[in-house]
């Protein structure tokens, strides 16, 4: 009962201006609410993201986790892969303070300022963290920094949903986030993106979360992104699977972002 109107404390009041703040005053509870958001609406394109992190990682792969909050991603990093070396990347002390179990390098910085080399890790993740920021292009600029030649740059974000009816039904979810979490919801010309074989998006709900690959030689910028009749084929199945209309992705082939 205590947790449920400790939840309800955190809803209903105002949330402080500061991003820090917001995020320092949910450390406690933001796992719990982190699996709600995941039920209601990010499971999907999370679940993408790990089917192509599973592909990648090897017992060498340095990994940041970018925005890392309380450590969910990286806990399931390490259980996939337990030789990977971790980064844990996170502007809250607070945040990073619960994530103690989870073995690797701390470091108290905003994603788009990242204090590491050009060209220094394998692979960069990221969950629910560039919509938090005054700058995406900033951050995912500096998710491409970081990585290797031959890296990946894996991101999840909230987005705004396509068409009045979609954006009508889930105005009360986005209202939540946005005046709760310090979170945004990304339109199109505010999503860090670039379309080319090697990058790959997967949508979700009618476009109200997206997962993002990108490599290298990826350039974000603001773009009209492409429909689902315009996508690469592999996108496109990876698209209709989410939204329920085609089933499993089937692709036997290895996809272009490899």
């Known amino acids: 009962m205590t947790a449920v109107l400790d939840d309800l404390e955190l809803l209903l009041s105002s949330a402080p201006p500061e991003t820090e703040a917001v995020y320092s005053r949910l450390a406690a509870r933001y796992e719990h609410f982190r699996t709600l958001w995941l039920h209601l609406a990010g499971g999907s394109v999370e679940r993408a993201m790990f089917d192509d992190l599973a592909t990648l990682l090897t017992p060498t792969t340095r990994v940041l986790d970018a925005g890392s909050g309380t450590g969910p991603l990286a806990r399931r990093i390490h259980a996939l892969q337990p030789d990977a070396e971790l980064i844990l990347l996170d502007l809250v002390p607070a945040m990073l303070a619960q994530a103690a179990d989870v073995p690797g390098e701390r470091i108290v910085a905003s994603v788009q300022d990242i204090p590491l080399p050009d060209e220094s890790v394998d692979i960069e993740v990221s969950g629910w963290t560039i919509e938090t920021v005054a700058d995406p292009f900033a951050a995912v600029s500096e998710y491409l920094r970081v ?41 199109t010309e505010e999503t860090p993106w670039h379309d080319c074989e090697r990058s790959r998006r997967v949508r979700s709900l009618s476009g109200l979360t997206t997962y993002v690959l990108l490599r290298k030689c990826c350039a974000v910028k ?37």
């Open 222 to 258: 603001g773009a009209i992104l492409p429909p689902v009749d315009g996508a690469t084929r592999y996108e496109a199945v990876a698209i209709a699977s989410i939204e329920g209309v085609g089933g499993t992705p089937q692709a036997k082939e290895s996809p272009a972002w490899i």
């Open 147 to 187: 990585i290797k030649p031959d890296g990946y740059v894996l991101y999840t974000f909230c987005s705004l949903p396509n068409g009045w009816a979609s954006r009508t039904g889930t105005a009360l979810l986005r209202a939540i986030i946005e005046n709760r979490f310090a979170g945004n919801f990304l339109a």
